[in-house]
Structure formats: structure tokens, C-alpha cells
């Protein structure tokens, strides 16, 4: 489907409508060379769609202790949110967790073995502590700064940067596609006139059916997750190769 969809973006773009029945997608005849292009096309969007994820902790000589200071710091900040214009229902709370912790490998020895009569100090018990995290949506990024005084002033409460994406990317990508096609037909435009040739039409394309790891949007989430944006914009990116017909003028 996105193939098609690519293919009729590209006629569009490339050839007008009257031409199509003599520039559409077709075989190179005797004469002609086929020149393949890749490119990538990209086009920036405010988000409308941003999480922030905030955790906090707590501590205590019990677990329970660690578990109900968590808790009671993270009512503490959902009502400071709520009182700085948050939405009540655009707030997760998670369950309030200890940390892992790993044990490793104990060391045994033989029970005939004597061992030396030791004597060492006890530390003193460590004070126990449990976390948790709550999700903040927001659907305009001007509110951002708002959240981020909130957190602030509650001193022990961190954040992630905000993860950017989109409620609908349709007309994103389709600009992007159209971007990818656009820088695709100049390049050809380049060589051809370089070679004495015009861009007669085009043989084959292809929009890099990718899996999620290779798709340049999934990358960019990921990004997004550890670095933000600056302008609190996404950036949706599309690549597409075309083996273009150049033929004499």
C-alpha cells in the first residue's frame, strides 16, 4: 500500500497530470539509461502529543516506611500539578516499588575448616527506599515550562526530557514523502543535465519498507527520549529510491 501510495505522490510530483500516459512509470526503451537515486526527505512539526515522565522516591527504616514517603511525595506533587493548570486526568501514577536489588554468590567453605575468631564493627542499618513515577500528556508544548517550574519546585523530582510525537502523522509523512520525491527528481535533474540527458520518465521506486529498528521515525522517538528538542517540534523523516529513465533531449 505505501508503495502505491508513494508511486502516485511521485507522478504527481514529478510529471504533470497531462503527461502521465507518455512520463509514467515504465521500462527503459532502446536508447535510454536508468539512473538509480536514493533520498530522504524530512519535515518538522510542532508536537501535539508529549509525555513527561517524572519519578521521586522516598526513604524510611522500613519498607513500608520508604513505601508510604514515595506516596506521600507523589500526592504532593500530582496536587501542585493539578494547581498549575495539569489536567487531572492527563496524570498516571504508578505503583510505588523498591529498587532491584542482585545477591550475589555466597562463599562457603568446609565445615572442618577453623576459622579465625574475628571481631568487626556492624554498620548501622541502612534506611530502606522505594520509588515511583507518574506520567504527565500534554497536548500543547507551551505547557511544558509550566510542568518543569512545578517539578522544580519540588526539588527531589525527576524528569526524563519530554518525549515528542504526533496524534496523527498522516500529513507529516505525506509531506516528507513529497519532500523525499522532490529532492530525489533534483538530483536526477542534476546528472542528467551534466550528461547532455533529460529525465524521461521513471522505471521503478521503492519507499524503504523498513522493520521498526531501521524506520527513521522509530529512531527519532528514541532520540527524542534521551535528547528532546529545542523547538519542541518532530521531525518525520521518509526515504525513497527511484531508478529514473534519462533519455537524449
Given amino acids: ?3 502505491r501510495i508513494a508511486a502516485a ?19 527503459a526503451a532502446i536508447g535510454e539509461t536508468v539512473f538509480h537515486i536514493a533520498a530522504e526527505g ?6 501535539d502529543d508529549i509525555t513527561l515522565i517524572v519519578s521521586v522516591t522516598g526513604s524510611g527504616d ?8 514515595a506516596a ?12 498549575a493548570g495539569v489536567d487531572r486526568g492527563s496524570i498516571t501514577v504508578s505503583n510505588v516499588r523498591q529498587p532491584f536489588g542482585f545477591v550475589g554468590n555466597e562463599a562457603y567453605v568446609s565445615e572442618n575448616v577453623e576459622l579465625p575468631n574475628v571481631t568487626m564493627d556492624v554498620p548501622a542499618p ?17 505547557r511544558i515550562e509550566a510542568v518543569r517550574a512545578v517539578l522544580d519546585s519540588q526539588g527531589e523530582a525527576m524528569s526524563l526530557p519530554p518525549l515528542l510525537s504526533l496524534k496523527n502523522d498522516s500529513t507529516a509523512r505525506r509531506a516528507a514523502a513529497t519532500d523525499a520525491l522532490a529532492r530525489a527528481r533534483a538530483e536526477a535533474d542534476i546528472y542528467a543535465s ?20 531501521e524506520d527513521p ?14 523547538d519542541n517540534e518532530v521531525v518525520t523523516r521518509a526515504r525513497v529510491t527511484v531508478d529514473f529513465i534519462l533519455a537524449p533531449r
Avoid at 521515525?217 to 529545542?230: E, F, R, S, V, W
Fill in 1 to 3: 500500500m505505501k508503495v
Fill in 9 to 27: 505522490m511521485l507522478t504527481a510530483v514529478f510529471f504533470p497530470p497531462h503527461a502521465l500516459a507518455q512520463n509514467g512509470v515504465r521500462a
Fill in 42 to 47: 524530512r519535515t518538522r512539526t510542532r508536537a
Fill in 62 to 69: 522500613t519498607a513500608e516506611a520508604s513505601r508510604r514517603a
Fill in 72 to 83: 506521600a511525595k507523589l500526592e504532593t506533587l500530582t496536587k501542585a500539578l493539578v494547581a
Fill in 126 to 142: 541502612r534506611a530502606k527506599r522505594s520509588s515511583a513515577m507518574l506520567q504527565i500528556k500534554l497536548s500543547d508544548p507551551a
Fill in 194 to 213: 551534466a550528461l547532455g540527458l533529460r529525465v524521461a520518465g521513471i522505471a521503478q521506486l521503492s519507499n524503504f519498507a523498513s522493520n521498526p529498528g
Fill in 217 to 230: 521515525n522509530y529512531i527519532q522517538t528514541m532520540l527524542a527520549m534521551q535528547m528532546g528538542d529545542p
